[in-house]
């Protein structure tokens, strides 16, 4: 008994001395996980990076477009009229964060796309003719990538790759696919710095611009230089543009000027090429939903690569309207056209006129087919057309 008694006394202590240093051990927490936080300052779309205050949004689209018609449709090595097609990506990442400065931004957009390109004029024998003549040979279908933007901006300071300030202060043109078919309203791609004020009702900017490309080339394969490619700087001193405006909600009215600095150059074989010279416009938009419209004056020197709509001597002046509406007939469909005319300065004036329905077939996904009209400046017209298919995310 007393053996018996010795070994329950012995597990008893065992098992007490066990059960308080079970009682001594720490079991860790689980660790806090921090899931994504929806960034509502930055705008739509946007979500801190954990660990940060900075704000990401990723977005883009995926686009196909067929284009038809005599104006907008390429050419088979047969001489037939064929789809002139385009398969896009567009990929674009925006960061936000606030500062003690202001909002810090940043907007890359890139594109993949799979074009039907008209083929380049190849040198053909003219039979025993020993000059060299130019004959077309088709279309080719071709992969290309691009760099749309790409800048940093602080509290309105921007620098970077972005459009010109001259065509993108006033706003693009109406919301149709074909809408720079007689010229257009301004140059796009150029490398910046600029810096617009914001009030809210009144804004205000000015940009430094460096253009795009400056060189000659043969386009004739004649040996020697036949042509000036490009509106990039010559020198030092970039570009100038600066604009103003006042938005009241319903009614907003914006304008701008454009200096192209670059200086006349002479070529062996171009002779004197007049180049640099005074652009501007001036757009006024109104808006009672579901209706709104604008109307944009454009007048400039011909010399001036901000005078995209230019026709006749490099040294003439040309003036050009450009107006548009939009009506949204329900919650999905919106009727959407634009007239732009340029006076031809003795070669004929251009007319141009293009009009779609886009319809939203559902969130984030639309078709929208559009018809264009053009009258060139030979006084020949041309009609042709897009239908395009793009889902927005």
Known sequence: MKIKSLLLGSAAAMMAVSTAQAADIIIPEPEVVEYVRVCDAAGTGFFYIPGTETCLR??????????????????????EGTWNTRARASFRVSTWADTEYGPLRTYVETRWQYDTNGAQNQRVVNGNNPDWTLGPNGYRN????????????????????????????????????????????GPFDTNLISYTFNSGAFSAGVSLEQGSSNYFTDNTFGGVYDAHIGWGIDDYVPHIVAGAGYDSGAFQIRGVLGYDTRNNVVSPQLGLLRQGGWSGKIRGDVS????????????????????????????AETLSIIGGASFDFTDQATFNTQVQWAEGNGIGDEWAVAANINYEITDG????????????????????????????F
């Open 288 to 315: 009672f939903d579901p209706f709104s419209a604008f109307l944009m004056v454009m007048y400039g020197e011909n010399s001036s690569a901000y005078t995209t709509w230019a026709n006749g001597p490099v040294t």
């Open 58 to 79: 990723i977005h883009g689209y995926v686009r196909y477009d067929l284009g038809f018609g005599e104006l907008n449709q390429v050419t088979a090595a047969d001489g």
């Open 365 to 392: 996904f639309i078709v929208r087919p559009e018809v264009v009209y053009y009258n060139n400046n030979a006084g020949n017209d041309v009609f042709g057309g897009t239908l395009r298919f793009q889902r927005s």
């Open 142 to 185: 071709a992969g290309e990538f691009s760099i749309n933007f790409a800048y940093i901006d602080l509290a309105g300071l921007r620098i970077g790759k972005d459009e010109s300030f001259f065509t993108t202060f006033t706003g693009y043109g109406g919301a149709v696919i074909n809408d720079t078919t007689a010229g257009g309203y």
